[in-house]
């Protein structure tokens, strides 16, 4: 009975993938369809359009889809094997979400999509996301003794979340597990209140860490290190999550960077920008354990001279062979919204070596979005649940109403071990991988586990 349920799961999913690895038009033919609002996707089904060459024998960078976003929530993103459905969100950054967490993607809160940016009432901060976990998750005792005040949510991974505290006007970080409900503990305790766009914050892939960039604090700058843009130095704090201590520490040389940790390490290799001095253009992959650079790209962005404030987010790919960088213009049109004067951003997602950082391919785009104050789910790639495909929404620059999901083929490790890792995600659901007969160290390299402490 066991041996037929499983059969029948494997033809199941792997009729879902003839679905999906339908052919795909090339670069050239997608964007003349996309510049005339045209979309290429089956209307009564959910498929792929069937005028493509298969996946299988498709190049990197291929486009190997493109549908409009109302399809893509009606089953594509299922049919494709992507987990998130949900690429637009009308939360207001700083209010409703933050830049690691989106209360519309988690379906914890119903965002009011009434709310004005451009309110004359003075908002509140992280209102609707402060509330949530405040009332929801932090023991009585401790908000009402204790006063601990919910500021935002700094990071998260899986079912962990870091939060960043207030109390007496110092901040400091909260531990909570979502998944049974429960609260583990703080640490990270400051000396002052800072904003919370001056925190960025990064939970290891083994959750047992968690590094915080924080702006550094002196005696002479206290006010410029609570400032919601440091204008000082920053500093990157590693905390050890089972003891609650400061493993270690190092001065940044510029107070704004984006970093992210290699998903086939434990923690002890990162990716961060403007990391070596001399280079706010750079990005470098660093050791944790001395701090030591391993690699560096010292023009990580071609059109432009610095960084910042142009780079939004940087992360890995699910196996960790390449990193993403989201690359977008700072222009505001949001009081246009509603006239003829309402214009598009330019957006870049520039991909790199995961170890040594050379540049190997950059996607441009049009989006009608706004960094200042749109959640980041409306610019940020997702990714498969194989990690071959990788998808982006994107605009006609003549429509800002309809919208279109591009999904392209990523360069995959060619080793054995890996092909089999996107066959296998491509044919059996992430439910049912324990069913399968093997040791528990391939199940976790199917899971995208760390390989290396």
């Known amino acids: 009975m066991e041996n037929s349920q499983k059969d029948q799961s494997s033809v199941y999913f792997k009729s ?4 999906w690895a339908g052919r795909t038009m090339g670069a050239e033919a997608s964007k003349n369809s996309a510049s005339s609002g045209t979309a290429s996707y089956a209307s009564t089904i959910v498929d792929f359009p069937n005028l493509c060459r298969k996946e299988s024998v498709a190049t990197a960078w291929t486009l190997l889809h493109q549908c409009t976003l109302d399809k893509w929530k009606e089953g594509h993103a ?36 009434g709310s004005s940016i451009f309110s004359f009432r003075k908002r509140s901060k992280f209102a609707k996301m402060a509330e949530h976990f405040e009332y929801n998750h932090i023991p009585a005792q401790m908000s009402s003794i204790n006063h601990f005040r919910v500021k935002s949510v700094l990071c998260f991974h899986d079912s962990l979340v870091v939060l960043h505290l207030s109390r007496n006007t110092n901040s400091q970080f909260g531990l909570l597990d979502l998944r049974v409900n429960k609260f583990l503990g703080v640490f990270g305790k400051q000396h002052l209140e800072f904003a919370n766009e001056a925190l960025a914050g990064e939970l290891s892939p083994d959750k047992s860490k968690c590094i915080v960039r924080m702006p550094s604090v002196t005696q002479q700058g206290m006010a410029a290190a609570a400032a919601p843009v440091p204008s000082t130095a920053s500093v990157f704090h590693l905390y050890d999550l089972r ?9 940044l040389n510029f107070p704004l960077c984006h970093f992210c940790f290699d998903p086939r390490f434990t923690w002890r290799r990162i990716a961060v920008t403007n990391f070596e001095s001399g280079h706010n253009n750079s990005l470098s992959v660093v050791e ?14 071609d059109t432009r001279q610095t960084l910042y404030p142009f780079l939004k987010d940087l992360c890995y790919t699910r196996d960790g062979s390449l990193l993403i960088a989201t690359i977008l213009d ?4 949001c009081r246009e919204k509603k006239t003829r004067n309402y214009r598009p951003i330019n957006c870049s997602i520039y991909v790199f070596n995961g170890d040594s950082t050379e540049t190997l391919h950059c996607i441009q785009y049009r989006r009608y979005t706004c960094t200042q104050h749109n959640c980041p ?9 194989c990690g071959s495909r990788m998808a982006v929404v994107m605009d006609t620059t003549d429509d800002a109403v309809q919208h279109y999901v591009q999904v392209y083929k990523l360069p995959t490790t060619v080793n054995l071990q890996n092909m089999c890792r996107v066959a296998i995600l491509q044919n059996y659901p992430l439910s049912r ?21």
């Open 78 to 113: 299922d049919a494709g094997g992507f987990p998130e459905s949900l690429l637009t969100c009308e939360g207001v950054i700083h209010k409703d979400c933050s830049f690691s967490f989106c209360m519309s993607r988690q379906g914890i809160i119903n965002i009011n999509k």
């Open 377 to 385: 789910v409306n610019y940020k790639p997702v990714f498969s649940v």
């Open 243 to 251: 003891t609650k201590l400061l493993v270690t520490e190092i001065d």
């Open 288 to 301: 944790l354990d001395a701090w030591n650079v391993l690699s560096t790209n010292p023009r990580v962005s």
């Open 330 to 333: 700072v222009n505001c049109f």
């Open 433 to 453: 991988l324990t069913d399968l007969p093997l040791p528990t160290r391939l199940i976790n390299y199917l899971h995208f586990k760390p390989d290396f402490d």
């Open 16 to 19: 879902r993938v003839r679905a």
